[in-house]
């Protein structure tokens, strides 16, 4: 089986799965609030883009989004407006001294 065989297959099993903010919208998990925040380069139908995740202390990922263009803080403004949406309760911020990401975390969470 080549692996655009494998591709679609993997795409059409998983298009009704839901996404993490609708998995913390349903199931209200209980988060710590430490998070580790970081994107990652990587090429997706053929497309280079940029995936965004940050995982909670309890090892959770309470978000996680796909960009189309390299990492921004455009993409990364929307990965906090998301977890604001959720709730999710930011009280410690790591990640790779990308300024973006931790400017758009403060826009979201001013105290952090």
Known sequence: MNKNKINNWVLEKTNNFKNPLQIAKE??????????????????????????????????????????????????????RQLKIINYPLKCLVSDGNEDIYRSARYHYPLV
């Open 27 to 80: 199931l209200k998990p209980k988060w710590s609030g430490y998070l580790v925040a970081d994107g990652k380069h990587i090429k997706a139908r053929g497309r280079k883009g940029c995936w965004y995740v940050g995982v909670d202390l309890t090892g959770d990922v309470p978000n996680a989004k796909y960009g189309q263009e390299g990492e921004n803080k455009f993409d990364w403004f929307i990965y906090f």
